[in-house]
């Protein structure tokens, strides 16, 4: 059974830095892309990032270029997501999602998902 979970989100003060960690089981990450995404109350959910396990291919948010960097660990089954310089308007909740056919670029078509690890940036 294909499995996500989250971890490292918490509390910290913008400028600071946080990374999160999206452990996979029940299959392997070398034919899926992983996306994170943030939900945010009042807001759509909103695509952050994606890593298209074929090539290795990356992908932002503009709102979130040059200061996250998405990276994978196949041989732990491990997506991160290193977030720095961090502001109030990254709070939200933060999901990661795999498919095998998602469209990275897009944030489309992503069919399992997380239960996400909440991330609040406040002073």
């Known amino acids: 059974q294909l499995q996500l979970v989250e971890s490292g989100g918490g509390l910290v003060q913008p400028g600071g830095s946080l990374r999160l960690s999206c452990v996979a089981s029940?299959?392997?990450?070398?034919?899926?892309?992983i996306a994170w995404f943030r939900q945010t109350p009042g807001k759509e959910r909103e695509g952050v990032s994606c890593?298209?396990?074929?090539?290795?291919?990356?992908y932002y948010a503009d709102s979130v270029k040059d200061r996250f960097t998405i990276s994978k660990d196949n041989a732990k089954n491990t997506v991160y997501l290193q977030m720095n310089s961090l502001k109030p308007e990254d709070t939200g909740i933060y999901y990661c999602?795999?498919?095998?056919?998602?469209?990275?670029?897009?944030?489309?078509?992503?069919?399992?998902w997380g239960q996400g690890t909440q991330v609040t940036v406040s002073s």
């Open positions: 029940g299959f392997t990450l070398d034919y899926y892309a």
């Open positions: 999602a795999a498919d095998p056919w998602a469209q990275c670029a897009k944030f489309y078509g992503f069919g399992s």
């Open positions: 890593i298209r396990s074929s090539d290795d291919s990356t």
